[in-house]
């Protein structure tokens, strides 16, 4: 017997028909799993996206006002991939209303915004999911595991990093991704968000940081109303508006449970182009792995192998959730692969009726950590990571 959970989305960009993909696809590559989504109703303010979205994705209806979607009774999970600037507003109707919400991170314009995001969800009892899709990549899963059962040793070193390419075009548009105002803050929300959730997912808990940001690209060509995403480019003239919002954060870390790292982000770089990305060593060996070859696991555990150094590992089905998606060993995974397990388990937890991770618990612990960050840039000095939980 499959469960039937209907799905409202709000938000049918990119990131929306990536998760419409990711639920459409789970019954056909999970079928014991007994999840069965059901694609309720869509919102969006743009005419043509809700008829592709009903037309080359199934929804049954959609509508322009993301109100609309709350107030329906086939509507079970409230999915948002709206811009930043919408997701309390959307986030806090839907807890009111009893619905189990996932939200695209970061969950909150800003860390005091997660932090009431996440007291609204635990006051309504509804079940919360998190976009940390990184976290399910199955060769990050068997690493988790190592770590675990204690093959690495003690924890000493973890050097994180989310290097994208999208804002590295000088000509590169004035989206609403390099606007305080509309996206809040810059890499620390999009990007260094996942890299601060990969260390505390791996290592636990980060007592303290010291962080420094910077702005490399000050100005960018303005879009035109109504087209464009923020891959788009501009021409050398057009009419340049002031970016508000940080291109760059570093920070060196301590964890809680002693090791010292470094997280840094930037989305203005020129090479890597999405190297979401860590490091990690402990006293008995240690591990890497890069989303850019998000199929391959470096690994040195000097008491198993019989050649000191690092070894190659590949991705498999001998690792979590990839045998369902391709069978056999060294067959690759893609980024829309990750969605489809971050679905499949978030809609898990919604059947089983038990709190998910990551969910907005999780996404809390991330903006406490870049509160600190916040006040670091201000102080100049090392900050006290402190929990913005409210009661």
């Given at each position: 017997?499959?469960?039937?959970?209907?799905?409202?989305?709000?938000?049918?960009?990119?990131?929306?028909?990536?998760?419409?993909?990711?639920?459409?696809?789970?019954?056909?590559?999970y079928?014991?799993?007994?999840?069965?989504p059901?694609?309720?109703?869509?919102?969006?303010?743009?005419?043509?996206?809700?008829?592709?979205?009903?037309?080359?994705?199934?929804?049954?209806?959609?509508?322009?006002?993301?109100?609309?979607v709350?107030?329906?009774?086939?509507?079970?999970?409230?999915?948002?991939?709206?811009?930043?600037?919408?997701?309390?507003?959307i986030?806090?109707?839907?807890?009111?209303a009893?619905?189990?919400?996932?939200?695209?991170?970061?969950?909150?314009?800003?860390?005091?915004?997660?932090?009431?995001?996440?007291?609204?969800?635990?006051?309504?009892?509804?079940?919360?999911?998190?976009?940390?899709?990184?976290?399910?990549a199955?060769?990050?899963?068997?690493?988790?595991?190592?770590?675990?059962?204690?093959?690495l040793?003690?924890?000493?070193?973890?050097?994180?990093?989310?290097?994208?390419?999208?804002?590295?075009?000088?000509?590169?548009?004035?989206?609403?991704?390099?606007?305080?105002?509309?996206?809040?803050?810059?890499?620390?929300?999009?990007?260094?968000?996942?890299?601060?959730d990969?260390?505390?997912?791996?290592?636990?808990?980060?007592?303290?940081?010291?962080?420094?940001?910077?702005?490399?690209?000050?100005?960018?060509?303005?879009?035109?109303?109504?087209?464009?995403?923020?891959?788009?480019?501009?021409?050398?003239?057009?009419?340049?508006?002031?970016?508000?919002?940080?291109?760059?954060?570093?920070?060196?870390?301590?964890?809680?449970?002693?090791?010292?790292?470094?997280?840094?982000?930037?989305?203005?770089?020129?090479?890597?182009?999405?190297?979401?990305?860590y490091?990690?060593?402990?006293?008995?060996?240690?591990?890497?792995?890069?989303?850019?070859?998000?199929?391959?696991?470096?690994?040195?555990?000097?008491?198993?192998?019989?050649?000191?150094?690092?070894?190659?590992?590949l991705?498999?089905?001998?690792?979590?959730?990839?045998?369902?998606?391709?069978?056999?060993g060294?067959?690759?995974?893609?980024?829309?692969?990750?969605?489809?397990?971050?679905?499949?388990?978030?809609?898990?937890?919604?059947?089983?009726?038990?709190q998910?991770?990551?969910?907005?618990?999780?996404?809390?612990?991330?903006?406490?950590?870049?509160?600190?960050?916040?006040?670091?840039?201000?102080?100049?000095?090392?900050?006290?990571?402190?929990?913005?939980?409210?009661?």
């Amino acid at each position: 017997m499959s469960a039937e959970v209907g799905i409202g989305l709000i938000g049918f960009g990119w990131m929306g028909q990536a998760h419409s993909r990711a639920y459409r696809a789970i019954p056909t590559y999970y079928p014991q799993a007994g999840v069965m989504p059901h694609l309720a109703v869509v919102a969006d303010t743009d005419p043509a996206r809700v008829e592709m979205a009903k037309a080359n994705f199934g929804y049954r209806e959609g509508v322009a006002d993301w109100r609309a979607v709350i107030e329906r009774d086939d509507v079970d999970v409230v999915d948002i991939t709206a811009p930043n600037g919408l997701h309390q507003e959307i986030a806090e109707a839907a807890a009111a209303a009893g619905k189990d919400v996932f939200c695209e991170k970061p969950v909150g314009i800003d860390p005091n915004a997660t932090a009431a995001i996440e007291l609204a969800a635990r006051k309504a009892g509804v079940i919360t999911g998190t976009g940390f899709n990184y976290r399910w990549a199955p060769l990050v899963q068997y690493t988790k595991q190592l770590i675990t059962d204690g093959r690495l040793g003690e924890l000493t070193h973890y050097r994180g990093r989310f290097f994208s390419m999208y804002g590295r075009d000088r000509m590169g548009l004035l989206s609403w991704r390099f606007l305080q105002e509309e996206a809040g803050y810059g890499v620390l929300s999009d990007i260094m968000s996942h890299a601060t959730d990969m260390a505390l997912h791996l290592f636990g808990p980060i007592k303290r940081v010291v962080s420094v940001k910077e702005i490399f690209v000050k100005e960018r060509p303005m879009p035109k109303p109504g087209s464009g995403t923020h891959y788009d480019r501009g021409e050398p003239g057009d009419p340049t508006g002031t970016v508000t919002n940080e291109d760059y954060v570093g920070a060196l870390v301590e964890f809680e449970n002693g090791a010292r790292g470094t997280l840094e982000v930037d989305r203005s770089i020129f090479g890597p182009q999405s190297q979401m990305a860590y490091e990690l060593n402990g006293s008995k060996g240690a591990a890497s792995w890069d989303h850019e070859k998000l199929n391959q696991l470096q690994l040195y555990l000097p008491s198993e192998q019989p050649v000191d150094g690092f070894m190659e590992v590949l991705a498999g089905d001998a690792f979590p959730h990839q045998g369902n998606i391709v069978p056999g060993g060294g067959n690759s995974l893609g980024y829309e692969d990750l969605k489809i397990i971050e679905a499949l388990e978030f809609l898990k937890s919604v059947i089983a009726r038990k709190q998910h991770a990551p969910g907005f618990t999780d996404a809390l612990a991330v903006a406490s950590v870049a509160a600190a960050m916040v006040r670091s840039w201000e102080s100049e000095r090392w900050e006290d990571v402190v929990s913005l939980r409210l009661d």
